[in-house]
């Protein structure tokens, strides 16, 4: 499956942002999506993922009740929405099909991402 994320942006910290993973087309065999980020200087992580089969969700620690992962099926479309923002957010996010670092990069392929910027 092909992705194209959008929505990133620069904001203050507290603000919000609503970030796209646009898929061409979902088929009974995409599993999950993930969300991914990678700040300046440190290696990229997870930070959330989407179960297709059921909708469940999961959330690294660091943005546990902050970020909300969905779907949108009519649109092939992933969103990540991103609420209290802090300024260790800043990152280019990601998104692939796949819920760990090490599956994208053994199976698949990353984008060209969508930088997000919190200043403080």
């Known amino acids: 499956v092909q992705l194209v994320e959008s929505g990133g942006g620069l904001v203050q910290a507290g603000g919000s942002l609503r970030l796209s993973c646009e898929a061409s087309?979902?088929?009974?065999?995409?599993?999950?999506i993930g969300w991914f980020r990678q700040a300046p200087g440190k290696e990229r992580e997870a930070v959330s993922c989407i179960n297709l089969k059921n909708n469940s969700p999961h959330y690294e620690n660091s943005v546990k009740g902050r970020f909300t992962i969905s779907r949108d099926n009519a649109k092939n479309t992933v969103y990540l929405q991103m609420n209290s923002l802090k300024p260790e957010d800043t990152a280019v996010y990601y998104c692939?099909?796949?819920?760990?670092?090490?599956?994208?990069?053994?199976?698949?392929?990353w984008g060209q991402g969508t930088q997000v910027t919190v200043t403080s």
């Open positions: 087309e979902f088929t009974d065999d995409d599993v999950a």
């Open positions: 692939a099909d796949a819920c760990m670092v090490l599956a994208v990069e053994a199976l698949s392929s």
